[in-house]
């Protein structure tokens, strides 16, 4: 059928971490692959198909197991955009209507949370992103949802020095805006 079994992949995920004794070379696989995906846009279908699977099998899980999540997200929306060119198209003509708006109010939500957390004393590291498109696609798929009912296009994050200023940041989020429940 052409699509790597689960099985399959993950033997070879653990293969190629256990033959390269440098993870730098891992890395550097991971980026020819993702050199490959991007000049793949000019390639017959086939290779794309091919280059999708690998990808979204093997080299995104692998990213993402050591933490280069930049290159995962790169990696699993380009294999996303091969396997799957309508649902890619429905989703990106939603996001590339908003992206400009999502990432102003992305700043907006840190630079306010950032004085909301200051005013209370709680030392805290801000940081937020808007989604990528293959996420946002399996959450739809996941939770059975439409792009509209989704909640969370974006998201931010805050990291507390303690447990307890977790739970103060938690309270002053949730006195400034209305928790959503579930």
């Known amino acids: 059928s052409g699509r790597l079994q689960e099985p399959q992949a993950e033997t070879l995920r653990k293969m190629l971490l256990a033959v ?3 993870p730098r070379l891992v890395v550097a696989r991971i980026a020819i ?5 991007r000049a793949g846009r000019d390639a017959p279908p086939a290779v794309r198909e091919t280059l999708a699977t690998e990808t979204r ?3 995104a899980p692998l990213a993402n197991r050591l ?3 930049r290159l995962k997200w790169e990696l699993e929306d380009l294999a996303f955009r ?9 989703i990106a003509a939603t996001l590339n209507e908003r992206r400009t708006d999502r990432e102003q109010y ?5 630079a306010t949370l950032r004085e909301e957390l200051g005013s209370a004393g709680i030392e ?8 990528h498109i293959y996420s946002i696609h399996r959450k739809m798929q996941h939770k059975q949802l439409q792009f509209g009912q989704l909640s969370d296009v974006r998201a931010l994050r805050i990291v507390c020095r303690s447990v307890p200023d977790c739970y103060a940041a938690l309270g002053c989020i949730h006195g400034r805006w ?3 429940v579930g």
Do not use: N, T
């Open 67 to 69: 933490g280069i999540w």
């Open 82 to 90: 091969y396997l799957e060119p309508e649902a890619y198209r429905q």
């Open 57 to 59: 099998a093997v080299f």
């Open 20 to 22: 390269v004794g440098d």
């Open 106 to 110: 992305i700043e907006l939500m840190r």
């Open 178 to 180: 209305r928790p959503v």
């Open 124 to 131: 805290a590291e801000v940081s937020g992103r808007a989604k």
């Open 33 to 37: 692959q993702l050199a490959r995906l």
